[in-house]
């Protein structure tokens, strides 16, 4: 049979008999051997290793040992997250070769603790903040729906890997829209857990209250199973939280669901012009599933944004304050004009930041009485084309397009939020809508996604590039 389209169904299959791990890994394999040429997804790919994991979870299997949902899927880890068979580089000749070096970050270990096949480590930008750098020794990762266009960063080939079937589900992280803006423009689901859920020990930080570590999937259900395996307290990260997660009961309905519309802000004049259609039919799914709609605004939008740069600027200049001085020019271009930027925010800007995000926060959680989860665009466009968003030096910037991110609010108030397609643009590039809920309310928004992709089948489309199945074994 084919590879099932998704974790879940994959599962399901190996439990039925109708598909090995082994099989699963080696079309996965074979995807990355026919596709990541041209898409970069791999920094590192650890094809023993896997196709050993694999064998061994058909054996556990076959013997009735099931470690739950993961067990036996193949699975791909963005490398600014530590992994012992591997080097973490963060995309970087920087970052000491020794960091981490050997050692697990809790989520990798919990990972492989569920049965989890990794396959290997995958592109990301730059300390997860830098653009593509065509003339350095990483891969320029490229979106498999148009191969000249950027598939999003910074959890770049954690996304074009799923939608070009080279795992079936991956971790990204997320500090301004990370997870979304790449599971946007790559046509799969991401979901940014809420700030502490989910422990960011041993990975690479970029904004130290601001950085999250979540799952990028095919479906709002895969990435359910994969958070019920990676969320929980870690010692070594002070910012994680133990605050139970309670997975949610999955239906097809959502009668009584109480769900904030947003526009202002997310609809700029030079929108695609197929967004607005398409949320509009979103919305229109969600109510016919029972939802009730409830137009609503978000407070202090532009505040909270300007709050989320401040702070990740200066956080993410602590952190590499010493290399920046000592190693200026082995920085990308845009890597070092982003850290840099920290330097121009002083204490005081610093600590208004602060002021804003709790002002912000307390004003969300009041929202969040009135309802249950809050929709809104994702993105206001697809995915921009590289040769649109390079200058005649070679240089990737999207500081143009940044006014179509509609990402970096919930970061900054921490708040759980799930990118789920929604429709396409004129040119057949996936667009994608935002689903928020309150704090630690992973399970109402994970509920909503299900529903909404149970009644449409953008989250099951694939790329014309990764349409080509192995032969039917």
């Avoid at 199973?225 to 002070?238: E, F, K, M, N, Y």
Wanted: glycine share 10%; aromatic share 8%; with cysteine.
């Amino acid at each position: 049979m084919p590879t099932p389209p998704t974790l879940t169904e994959a599962a399901a299959a190996l439990r039925a008999g109708a598909v090995t791990s082994v099989r699963l890994t080696e079309d996965a394999l074979a995807a990355a051997d026919r596709l990541d040429g041209v898409l970069g997804a791999y920094l590192a790919r650890f094809d023993e290793y896997a196709l050993a994991r694999a064998e061994q979870a058909d054996r556990e299997l076959a013997a009735g040992t099931d470690r739950g949902p993961l067990h036996g899927i193949p699975f791909g880890v963005k490398d600014v997250i530590a992994m012992a068979e591997g080097p973490t580089t963060a995309q970087s000749t920087v970052l000491d070769p020794r960091w981490a070096a050997g050692r697990d970050a809790p989520v990798v270990a919990r990972l492989k603790a569920a049965g989890a096949v990794i396959t290997g480590k995958l592109s990301t930008m730059e300390f997860a903040c830098g653009m593509p750098d065509p003339s350095g020794p990483f891969p320029v990762p490229r979106n498999p729906w148009d191969t000249d266009a950027w598939p999003g960063g910074s959890s770049s080939g954690t996304a074009g890997g799923v939608a070009a079937g080279m795992f079936l589900a991956g971790l990204g992280t997320d500090t301004a829209g990370s997870i979304r803006i790449p599971a946007g423009f790559c046509g799969v689901t991401g979901l940014m857990p809420t700030f502490g859920r989910v422990p960011k020990s041993g990975v690479v930080p970029l904004g130290y209250s601001l950085d999250h570590v979540g799952p990028l999937a095919r479906s709002a259900r895969d990435c359910a199973a994969v958070l019920d395996v990676i969320a929980g307290p870690d010692p070594g990260d002070p910012d994680s939280v133990s605050v139970p997660y309670i997975a949610p009961e999955f239906g097809g309905t959502l009668d009584g669901v109480r769900i904030g519309v947003v526009r202002e802000h997310h609809f700029p004049d030079d929108a695609d012009p197929a967004l607005a259609p398409a949320f509009d039919e979103a919305l229109r799914v969600l109510a016919g599933l029972g939802a009730t709609l409830v137009e609503t605004t978000l407070p202090y939008w532009a505040e909270t944004i300007t709050a989320n740069f401040v702070t990740m600027g200066a956080e993410a200049l602590a952190y590499h304050r010493a290399n920046l001085a000592a190693r200026w020019d082995d920085y990308v271009p845009s890597t070092r004009l982003a850290l840099a930027r920290g330097a121009l925010a002083t204490g005081a800007d610093y600590v208004q930041a602060q002021r804003v995000r709790r002002v912000a926060q307390q004003a969300l959680t009041r929202l969040f009485d009135d309802v249950d989860v809050i929709a809104a665009p994702t993105l206001g466009i697809g995915a921009p084309r590289y040769d649109a968003i390079t200058d005649a030096a070679g240089n990737i910037s999207v500081d143009a397009e940044s006014r179509f991110f509609f990402t970096p609010y919930w970061d900054c108030v921490g708040n759980p939020v799930l990118a789920a397609p929604m429709g396409v643009t004129a040119a057949g590039l996936p667009l994608s809508m935002q689903l928020a809920g309150p704090a630690f309310g992973e399970a109402r928004i994970l509920r909503t996604a299900d529903a909404y992709q149970r009644a449409t089948d953008w989250h099951l489309r694939v790329p014309a590039l990764a349409a080509v199945q192995g032969d039917d074994r």
